[in-house]
């Protein structure tokens, strides 16, 4: 008897695009792939369908009439931990960097593959839901305390307030403890494609994650720069 392939479980999607054509054929590919998705041409409508309904992912234009994406990821992360997806026409790095900073986490630059945009969906929503991998155990180190199947992290009891991405960042780190971890290499654990990605986002996520854990960026205590080799998680004492 041949048994059916199990198919990824459905997505919801907000897709925030003020260009009718391209938002048409994006949802139109995503629904044929198993995506919910609901489209909204402005920033502030956008932020408005977020409070409202619960979705598994936002993808969000840049170049966006009234508030520009920019601005409603930033506004959308101060209240949320959706994943976001960055769908920008500015190939400047300081753009991606700057969403990157403010909270997304991913980008995807114009013009994209819907291919790709599907890819990247199913990799921010799986590390979301926890599921980026096989059942692992809960890791301590020191005061932290990393919970995979929960996708929580604490520290010295305060719960931390981590997105998808960072929290799997940070559960690579600290399951290899007191290791130098590239960035190529923290990309791959976390789910992503090195190929695809640039030094500096990494950096922001890092960084980010550092803020977060209490860390002085300048003289880190848990989460440590190895200059030119990466970045590796120390205990109380290392």
Request: net charge negative; proline share 6%.
């Amino acid at each position: 008897m041949i048994q059916p392939v199990p198919s990824e479980p459905l997505v919801t999607a907000l897709l925030v695009e003020d260009d009718v054509r391209l938002a048409a054929l994006t949802a139109e590919y995503l629904e044929g792939h198993g995506v919910v998705v609901t489209r909204v041409a402005d920033g502030a409508r956008g932020l408005e369908e977020a409070a409202r309904h619960r979705h598994d992912v936002v993808l969000l234009d840049l170049m966006l009439p009234g508030k520009d994406g920019l601005e409603v990821c930033r506004e959308l992360r101060s209240r949320s931990d959706v994943p976001i997806i960055i769908l920008t026409a500015r190939g400047e790095e300081a753009d991606r960097v700057m969403g990157l900073e403010l909270g997304a986490d991913d980008y995807l630059p114009k013009p994209f593959s819907p291919r790709e945009l599907l890819a990247r969906i199913r990799a921010v929503v799986r590390r979301a839901r926890g599921r980026a991998g096989p059942p692992v155990q809960v890791v301590q180190v020191g005061d932290l305390l990393v919970d995979p199947a929960a996708r929580k992290a604490s520290l010295a009891g305060r719960e931390l307030e981590l997105t998808g991405y960072e929290f799997s960042l940070l559960y690579a780190l600290a399951s290899r403890a007191g290791r130098v971890l590239s960035r190529e290499q923290l990309i791959e654990l976390a789910g992503g494609n090195p190929e695809e990605a640039f030094d500096r986002s990494v950096d922001v996520h890092v960084s980010r994650l550092r803020s977060k854990l209490g860390d002085d960026p300048k003289h880190p205590r848990l989460l440590k720069t190895v200059r030119g080799a990466g970045y590796l998680l120390a205990g109380e004492g290392g």
